[in-house]
């Protein structure tokens, strides 16, 4: 062993417990680096995004609830069954025509959002009355429309990039459609 | 040499939990999904239900209202699919969400309805497809809780029933 030199026991033990404190310090110091970033890039956090874009849609804020999307979004409905893509086409195809469908639509989640990396998903119920006229033409039903859902999401720097939306639409129709 | 060890021991220790923290957590339940959606697809009714817990709660937001306990559901669920669609795929869409207990997928169900419900709906001999997304809760290896969510409507009218 090293150490059991007299000459040098003292110097090289020194050398080698502060190489072993300096990788220790680096290590800790990388972990340290590495979660800040971590912390700093996911922020604000998917959870946060997604409760303030069901508050825009909640107080019917449909330029509030758009401005959480990415300009480049991808919105899938599969009820509907194909996508809408871009920010001013999901804003218009989605957001305006249920806020005029449904003008007192509320959404709610019935269990919190979890979160992966990006990825997010979230469990709702939406209540409201069908009195207003859909995109398509479709008259209004004047059915109170009570749907329990799930929304799968992909949030990028604060923003939803993809969202995916499945629920039973059988709850808008007044009987059989 | 004992602080030496234990500080090196506790870095690497350290550095350890660091790296496999989050795999660690998201494994145990993303795996037993997995191997439950398997078992479907194996069309093994009794291996799927093996991944259910005692009191399982399994929701279908169509219905509405939950089927409660292990035989329940494989009885009211499983079974029921089975036999009205024998050839039936359960496939996972994309990587599922896993956090903690909860995980969370978006799937396509095909298959052919050659059988007839248990509620007594004839077999249409029609061949469906949907998409949907199921959310999970597992609990010591078993699946508590099982929510679905998928266009109900959409399924009834492919088998001509709406």
């Known amino acids: ?177 | 040499m004992n602080r030496r060890h234990v500080f090196t021991a506790a870095s690497a220790f350290g550095l350890s939990l660091y790296l496999a923290g989050p795999v660690f957590a998201a494994d145990p339940a993303a795996t037993v999904v997995a191997n439950y959606l398997a078992a479907w697809n194996a069309h093994d009714a009794a291996k799927a239900a093996g991944y259910f817990s005692p009191e399982v709660s399994y929701f279908d937001a169509s219905v509405g209202t939950p089927v409660k306990g292990k035989d329940a559901a494989k009885t009211g669920v499983i079974d029921n699919f089975i036999n009205a669609a024998p050839d039936l795929k359960w496939e996972m869409k994309g990587e599922p969400v896993a956090a903690g207990d909860k995980v969370a997928f978006e799937w396509k169900f095909s298959g052919t309805n050659k059988g007839a419900w248990a509620d007594g709906t004839a077999a249409t001999n029609k061949p469906f497809a949907f998409d949907g997304a199921s959310v999970f809760e597992v609990k010591d290896g078993l699946i508590v809780n099982q929510a679905d969510y998928y266009d109900a409507l959409g399924f009834y009218k492919q088998l001509g029933l709406m």
């Not at chain 1, 300009?71 to 194909?82: I, K, P, T």
């Not at chain 1, 249920?98 to 990396?117: C, H």
Request: aromatic letters at 10%; a negative charge.
């Open chain 1, 1 to 177: 062993m090293v150490c059991a030199d007299p000459a040098r026991k003292v110097h090289w033990c020194m050398r080698r417990r502060q190489v072993i404190v300096i990788a220790g310090v680096f290590i800790v110091a990388a972990v340290l680096a590495a979660g800040v970033s971590f912390a700093v890039r996911s922020s604000p956090s998917p959870a946060l995004v997604i409760d303030a874009y069901i508050a825009a849609w909640n107080r019917q804020d449909a330029a509030g609830a758009a401005a959480y999307l990415a300009e480049d979004v991808v919105y899938f409905d599969a009820s509907v069954g194909a996508s809408v893509e871009g920010r001013q086409a999901v804003r218009e195809q989605v957001i305006d025509n249920f806020m005029a469908a449904v003008p007192d639509g509320k959404w709610e989640l019935t269990a919190p959002p979890f979160v992966q990396g990006d990825k997010a998903s979230f469990q709702w119920r939406f209540t409201g009355t069908n009195t207003g006229e859909w995109g398509n033409g479709t008259p209004p039903s004047g059915v109170l429309v009570d749907v329990e859902g799930h929304t799968s999401s992909e949030i990028v720097d604060g923003k939803i990039v993809r969202e995916a939306d499945y629920y039973d639409p059988a709850a808008f129709f007044d009987g059989a459609p």
